[in-house]
């Protein structure tokens, strides 16, 4: 828990502890934010028409309207480069927080599918899923040998319910 869920009342922990629990994909994505700013700057677009174009404001409003519609473009493209700079460089990983991800909901699975047929295996490959340990490099995770873990404890698991059928 951070400092600040520590620190939140219960409606902001809430909706705090929500956020974590949604898939990486999702928490990393500006696509709301650029959707808004584009909302925003869709304002600021009708105001210019109304008061430049159509030439409706006095040399101040068009003035204002003006500096609005840069200020709101410049919001959007700032956002738009965020989002396109988050997108590249998490396609490009794979994060430890999507192997998270990916183990917790196998250990899900585990736990509603096989945990009331036998507990002890469930445990067991839960256990095990939670001793892999990814090879310690410098940098960016070598996807392929994570990916051979995850692979590897996911036969192991399928090995072991299989053999008690």
């Avoid at 922990?13 to 994505?29: K, N």
């Avoid at 899923?129 to 192991?156: F, N, Y």
Wanted: proline residues 2%; without cysteine; aromatic residues 2%.
């Amino acid at each position: 828990m951070s400092w600040y869920t520590r620190r939140a009342g219960p409606i902001l922990r809430e909706r705090l502890e929500e956020l974590r629990t949604a898939a990486p994909d999702e928490r990393h994505s500006l696509a709301d934010e650029v959707d808004l700013a584009r909302l925003m700057a869709q304002r600021n677009v009708a105001i210019y028409d109304t008061v430049v174009l159509d030439g409706k404001g006095s040399d101040e409003l068009q003035a204002m309207a003006t500096a609005g519609l840069r200020g709101a473009l410049n919001h959007v493209s700032e956002i738009v480069s965020k989002a396109a700079r988050v997108h590249v460089v998490s396609s490009t990983v794979i994060e430890l927080e999507h192997i998270d991800y990916v183990l917790q909901q196998v250990t899900r699975i585990i736990e509603e599918e096989v945990a009331d047929k036998d507990k002890a295996i469930a445990d067991a490959v839960i256990n095990r899923i939670a001793e892999i340990k990814l090879p310690e490099q410098r940098g960016a995770v070598d996807a392929e040998d994570t990916a051979r873990e995850l692979r590897s404890a996911l036969s192991e698991m399928d090995t072991t319910i299989g053999g008690q059928g």
